[in-house]
């Protein structure tokens, strides 16, 4: 009896262990320069063009842990999809690596919500994930990432749908 319970005690614990480990931090690196921040955009604009930049929907700034690409969802859902939203802009800090790879990382929470109007009835969407990391070795030779971990916790997804179907054998209306 006493040694089932101390094998059932032990295989809890290291069952939870990973529930204790340390939350993702982004690699060391020194702080990001102007120069280091061009360069960065022209790379990325070399596979997304320089119009996301012009339109603000995408910057890359010094950072002190290397350079921050930030994405702003609200501004590129109006301009490509012409849809208004709330979003929170994601922003990602990446660091070169004497591999000539990246490192990558984020831990913003993602938030999005918008309303259209449907006839006279507004459809509503929300989306959010309160608590969510990704860190990751990108490298430009694959355009892959060659190592990634995260998580993602408290995802909430609600949608009032303006438009419903009717009962059972009722008419459809357009």
């Excluded at 319970?5 to 290291?14: E, G, K, R, S, Y």
């Excluded at 931090?25 to 102007?34: I, V």
């Excluded at 999005?112 to 109007?117: E, I, L, P, R, Y």
């Excluded at 990751?136 to 998580?151: D, H, N």
């Amino acid at each position: 009896m006493v040694r089932r319970l101390l094998t059932t005690t032990a295989l809890v614990a290291v069952l939870a262990l990973p529930a204790y480990a340390e939350p993702l931090a982004p690699e060391p690196a020194p702080a990001g320069t102007r120069e280091e921040a061009a360069a960065l955009r022209a790379s990325l604009a070399a596979y997304v063009t320089q119009i996301p930049f012009e339109k603000g929907i995408l910057t890359a700034e010094p950072d002190p842990a290397g350079q921050r690409v930030t994405f702003d969802t609200a501004l590129f859902l109006k301009d490509y999809f012409g849809v208004e939203a709330k979003a929170a802009p994601m922003s990602f800090l990446v660091s070169p690596r004497a591999d000539g790879d990246w490192n990558v990382f984020t831990n913003d929470p993602i938030r999005v919500s918008f309303d259209t109007k449907v006839g006279e009835q507004v459809q509503a969407f929300e989306y959010s994930q309160g608590e969510q990391a990704f860190k990751g070795i990108f490298a430009p030779s694959l355009f892959a990432y060659r190592e990634v971990e995260g998580f993602v916790r408290d995802t909430v997804n609600i949608q009032n749908e303006a438009v419903g179907l009717p009962p059972l054998g009722g008419p459809v209306q357009f």
